[in-house]
T-cell receptor, first 114, second 115 residues
Framework: KAGVTQTPRYLIKTRGQQVTLSCSPI?????VSWYQQTPGQGLQFLFE???????NKGNFPGRFSGRQFSNSRSEMNVSTLELGDSALYLC?????????????FGPGTRLTVL | AQSVTQPDIHITVSEGASLELRCNYS??????LFWYVQSPGQGLQLLLK??????LVQGIKGFEAEFKRSQSSFNLRKPSVHWSDAAEYFC?????????????FGAGTRLAVHP
């Protein structure tokens, strides 16, 4: 069974631009969660989608948004990029919603904002 | 405040030596706790988890962790470290708040293994 895939693996953007990241979960998994990892703040939860609905959310500004499609694939969008948005963005999939289910992580998308 | 703390940022051990990575939590009830490992250039992998029951939990790759309520700790151990264990280890806590539940990650402990 294929693991969680994320595209693209690397991105370079400039301040003010927007970016869309994609995550394909493990087949059969219906929950996708997104995390931001930075050296200063560590790993922080962004949001979780299950059955095309946002179920959980972290403490990030509205510039960070996401969606999930009927095939469970998920996209994350960041608008009006700031230098501080440079990070590794990880997505994780699980069978059902709720953090108590094992989450399988993808390799991440490294976003650099110049 | 609900939180998880990993006191050690970096740890270096010799191959074959025993390992203990510390984790302390702050929560009013019995927490759901996890240990994840992140190897260079790879995603996070679940090592083990504790929800309830037996306080000594076994995980993959020969790791184990012990939940101690009296000390608010969930330390990760391995009797003999292999060079391939060099990675970053995260203690993770499941927080329930306002109808949401989300994983709260500790700052991580970076493990280096000397041959």
């Amino acid at each position: 069974k294929a693991g969680v895939t994320q595209t693209p693996r690397y991105l370079i953007k400039t301040r003010g631009q927007q970016v869309t990241l994609s995550c394909s979960p493990i087949s059969g998994h219906r929950s996708v969660s997104w995390y931001q990892q930075t050296p200063g703040q560590g790993l922080q939860f962004l949001f979780e989608y299950f059955s095309e609905t946002q179920r959980n959310k972290g403490n990030f500004p509205g510039r960070f948004s996401g969606r999930q499609f009927s095939n469970s694939r998920s996209e994350m969008n960041v608008s009006t990029l700031e230098l501080g948005d440079s990070a590794l963005y990880l997505c994780a999939s699980s069978l059902t919603s709720g953090g108590n289910n094992e989450q399988f992580f993808g390799p991440g998308t490294r976003l650099t904002v110049l | 405040a609900q939180s998880v703390t990993q006191p050690d940022i970096h740890i270096t051990v010799s191959e074959g030596a025993s390992l203990e990575l510390r984790c302390n939590y702050s929560y009013g009830a019995t927490p759901y706790l996890f240990w994840y490992v992140q190897s260079p250039g790879q995603g996070l992998q679940l090592l083990l988890k504790y929800f309830s029951g037996d306080t000594l939990v076994q995980g993959i790759k020969g790791f184990e962790a012990e939940f101690k309520r009296s000390q608010s700790s969930f330390n990760l151990r391995k009797p003999s470290v292999h060079w391939s264990d060099a990675a970053e280890y995260f203690c993770v806590f499941l927080m329930f708040s306002g109808g949401y539940n989300k994983l709260i990650f500790g700052a991580g402990t970076r493990l280096a293994v000397h041959p």
